[in-house]
Structures are given as C-alpha cells and as structure tokens.
C-alpha cells in the first residue's frame, strides 16, 4: 500500500492561501469598527464655532501712498531754469523743486515799484497845503473875487488828492500782483512725500495748462492697498478685518495690514490683473488696507490680499491656510503656463 505525499511546495502555498484568507476576514470584521484616531484638535477645529472664521476672502489690490499721486505744476509760463530735485528723492513741505527763469517777472515788479512810488508821491504832494497855487491877493478890493477863487481852488484840490490816492492804491496792488508772480516762477513741494515723476528738463517751455504735470508727488509715510472684493464676498468685508498682501512674484514676502475703509457702494470691475480664469463681468466693491510696515513695496505695484473674515480668528491659523492658498494660487498659475 503506497501512501501519497504532498511535495514542499504546494505545503507552502496551501499555508499563504490560509493566512491571506485570515487576513482578509480579520479587516472584513474588525477592520471598519475600529475607533476614531483623527486628532481631537483636528475634530475641534472643524466642530468649534469659530470654524466659520477660516474661511479666506480674496481681494486684488495695487499699493499706493498714503495719499493719490499729487500733481505739481507752474502757476505761470515761462522758460525753466533749473529743476532741483529728481525721481525718488524725499522732499519737504514748501522745498523748491524747479525754478523759471525770473527777468521778465523782476522787471515787472521794478516797474510796478516806480509806478507806486510815482503815485505816492504825488498823492503826499496834493495833501500838502496849496496857498502858492490860490492866487490869493491881500487887497481889500479883490476880497471877493479871491473868496470865490479860494473855495472853488479847495474843492478841485480834495478831488485831485482823491483821485490820487486811488491811484496810490492801484498801484500798491499791482506791485503786490507782480511779486506773487515773481514767487510763482519757482515750483514748491505742497506736502512732505515722495518725487515719483518728473517731467521736465532746464531749457523747457511750460505752460500752467499743459496736461502733463510737472512733478507728481506722494506721501509714503504709510503704505495702503486699495483693494476691489468681488461680489461674491462684499457683504461680508467689515472695518478692522486682518488682511495679509502677497506681491506678486515674491509669494515668500506677506505684508500684514488691517482693513480700514469699505466703500458703501458696487461698482463695475476696472482693475485687470491678467489672472488665469479672471472674472471681468462682476461687480466689486473698494477697500482700503493699511499695512504695516511695507515701505520697501513699489507704488502702483498689484498686490494679492487675503482677508480673514472675523477678528478673533488665530493669526496661525490664518497665516497657515494664506500660505496653502497662495501655493495653490501659485502652483495653478505654473500648471497654466
């Protein structure tokens, strides 16, 4: 009698075969009544109240001064002379930026100066006393005729003198014109700020009603955003909202800043940022950020602003879910390039 043997390998295989199946019926039965190993601090994140305060408004924006652009012109004509200041340069409040050249306008005062003094003089000369020119006589017999003579000489002299004092005054303010004019020819800073245009040269020909301005000049002792919220989240943009501003190309730079002014108003979207996937048929509401710090950002530079709705929401948090939003925003970006 011959008794059958099963070789090594199908022992073996038989042996995989029966723990597979072990396997599979241990995560058939445990394996999906196992508890819950999420974190709790991950499940009170999406549990608390203040879960609604993650959430991210997007703004787009462009920097600005503290002030618009301030645009400097001469307030009369004439050819320049020197121009003082260049681009980039911080000025003071009445610092001389450009001159004119001041002949003709130095020549006008000394002429108003001689008319005053003309006019003046001529007024003290009728207020003086006038008997040489009464033709008074001291004979009894012509008493009456020099009577008539005396009051007709007084009434022709008070109107003279009159007359001459207006003409004093005339005078006197046409010379104060002539040096306010002298004054204009050279071009004052109306504000402490910043040069950041100039437009003209020594040799020029200016006009006060030229359309290009002379100097534009702009506070930068703060720096804002002026932001435009789409429609979708106007509503829920408040004063004192923490924002954070990304310039474009330098994601790893983030300027934190506060929401200061919302317009109470929608207007047609005109800011064009040229994004992937941009919305221009919407309707944006304004806002302005006040940044802290930011003094080394570029005027008219666009900016991407984040805005964390709720005040009490926490800055890691915020700072967290901006920085995942704006690598996606950015990854988006490369993925369309």
Request: proline letters at 4%.
């Amino acid at each position: 009698m011959t008794s059958s043997r099963q070789p090594p390998v199908s022992r073996l295989l038989l042996g995989c075969t029966l723990l597979s199946v072990a396997a599979t019926l241990y995560v058939t039965r445990w394996g999906f009544t196992l508890p819950d190993t999420a974190p709790a601090e991950h499940a009170a994140i999406h549990t608390s109240p203040g879960a609604a305060e993650q959430k991210l408004i997007f703004a787009a924006g462009i920097v600005e001064g503290m002030t618009e652009p301030l645009e400097v012109r001469f307030e009369v004509s004439g050819c320049i002379q020197e121009v003082l200041v260049q681009e980039g340069q911080q000025v003071r409040k009445n610092d001389v930026l450009a001159k004119l050249d001041p002949e003709l306008y130095e020549l006008a005062v000394r002429k108003a100066e001689s008319d005053f003094h003309a006019a003046e003089l001529q007024s003290q000369a009728l207020a003086m006393p006038c008997t040489g020119r009464l033709g008074l006589s001291n004979s009894a017999s012509n008493f009456k005729n020099a009577t008539r003579t005396v009051s007709g000489s007084l009434e022709v002299n008070s109107n003279e003198q009159v007359f001459a004092i207006g003409q004093a005054t005339s005078a006197e303010l046409a010379l104060q014109r002539e040096k306010i004019q002298l004054e204009k020819t050279q071009l004052r800073s109306p504000i402490d700020g910043t040069i950041i245009e100039c437009a003209m040269y020594p040799g020029e020909l200016t006009d006060p009603h030229e359309r290009t301005a002379a100097f534009r000049v702009v506070d930068r002792t703060e720096i804002r955003v002026r932001a435009w919220v789409e429609e979708i989240d106007a509503m829920d943009v408040t004063v004192g909202m923490p924002a954070v501003a990304i310039a474009s190309g330098s994601v790893e730079r983030r300027y934190r800043g506060t929401v200061i002014a919302c317009a109470s108003y929608m207007q047609p979207k005109s800011e064009r940022h040229l994004h992937p996937g941009e919305r221009v048929d919407v309707r944006v509401r304004e806002i302005i950020v006040k940044l802290d710090g930011g003094q080394d950002l570029l005027l008219g530079l666009p900016v991407e602003v984040f805005l964390a709705q709720g005040r009490s929401s926490r800055a890691s948090r915020s700072s967290k879910a901006i920085s995942q939003h704006s690598a996606s925003e950015s990854g988006h970006a490369q993925e369309s390039r």
